[in-house]
């Protein structure tokens, strides 16, 4: 990204977040080339909510989407 990167824009929404107590958590799915298993724990312990990795395929997306509105649903 231009600015920041995801683990920055994360760290900065999660930040936000914890000043407004009664907003909702904003859902968070990295995309990424990555696809080291350290990689992968890095964005989750960053505050992501999931991770889809490049090539990616739409049933990957709808099924990341679906565990994310299941998460956040439940």
Known sequence: MPVMDGLESTAKI??????????????????????????H??????GMNGIITKPMNIKTVVSQIREIITTFAG
């Open 41 to 46: 724990i890095t964005y989750l312990n960053s």
């Open 14 to 39: 999660r930040e936000y977040e914890s000043s407004q107590p009664s907003r909702p958590a904003t859902p968070i799915i990295a995309m990424t080339a990555n696809n080291e298993q350290s990689d």
